[in-house]
Nanobody, 126 residues
Framework: VQLQASGGGLVQAGNSLRLSCTASEFTLDDYAVGWSRQAPGKEREGVSCISGTDASTYYTEAVKGRFTISRDNAKNTVYLQMNSLKPEDTAVYYC????????????????????WGQGTQVTVSS
């Protein structure tokens, strides 16, 4: 199952963006879903995860207090609200279901998730 990320763009540092993650022909309700990002020349970095069982949320240290993950099961969509963006947040952002289709988050590492779908570019200028 590959999910589709959207909502990226070019913003100035300090501004906000909201990313969306959707799935066609697959219901996200019961599964943990997460976000990762990959900057040019760098390894993929896990960013956040939201549980499918109780909507518990988890974040990598670099985005805590700035990013908020949420889900709207009626819209079959998971969001990543990104505030106070920094140039170092520049990357392609991806979303995926947790490995083994787990209902709870296994962690926020990129390896804790299944196949990453098509990403969306986020560019933050200084």
């Amino acid at each position: 199952v590959q999910l589709q990320a959207s909502g990226g763009g070019l913003v100035q540092a300090g501004n906000s963006l909201r990313l969306s993650c959707t799935a066609s022909e697959f219901t996200l309700d019961d599964y943990a879903v997460g976000w990762s990002r990959q900057a040019p020349g760098k390894e993929r970095e896990g960013v956040s995860c939201i549980s499918g069982t109780d909507a518990s949320t988890y974040y990598t240290e670099a985005v805590k207090g700035r990013f908020t993950i949420s889900r709207d099961n009626a819209k079959n969509t998971v969001y990543l609200q990104m505030n106070s963006l920094k140039p170092e947040d520049t990357a392609v952002y991806y979303c995926a279901v947790a490995k083994y289709f787990a209902g709870s988050c296994l962690g926020t590492d990129a390896d804790d998730f299944g196949s990453w779908g098509q990403g969306t570019q986020v560019t933050v200028s200084s």
